[in-house]
């Protein structure tokens, strides 16, 4: 079993940048894969990042470029930099870990973005 802990969300103009950490209660590279999933009001949630124990990274088009994952195996947590944030990035970002063909969620941590 795994226990995620998000931080770092909060309220940003757009155009600026925030990090947010996810601290897993175990050894994070015998983690499948982790990343982080996002809902908007009245929408599906979806994914924005992932990164599996090998260190592969996968995001969808709408963040690319501007969203990077990475993690720090020493400290079991993953960070998700967001920089060029747009209104539209607004909603609670859920940190998430795979393993053993279960999926851990976080409470999710909310970004709010400003026009």
């Known amino acids: 079993q795994v226990q995620l802990v998000e931080s770092g969300g909060g309220l940003v103009q757009a155009g600026g940048s925030l990090r947010l950490s996810c601290a897993a209660s175990?050894?994070?590279?015998?983690?499948?894969?982790m990343g982080w999933y996002r809902q908007a009001p009245g929408k599906q949630r979806e994914l924005v990042a992932a990164i599996t124990s090998d260190g592969s990274t996968n995001y969808p088009d709408s963040v690319k470029g501007r969203f990077t994952i990475s993690r720090d195996n020493a400290k079991n947590t993953v960070y998700l930099q967001m920089n060029s944030l747009k209104p539209e990035d607004t909603g609670v970002y859920y940190c998430?870990?795979?393993?053993?063909?279960?999926?851990?969620w976080g409470q999710g941590t909310q970004v709010t973005v400003s026009s």
């Open positions: 998430y870990a795979h393993m053993d063909g279960l999926d851990y």
């Open positions: 175990r050894i994070i590279f015998r983690i499948d894969a």
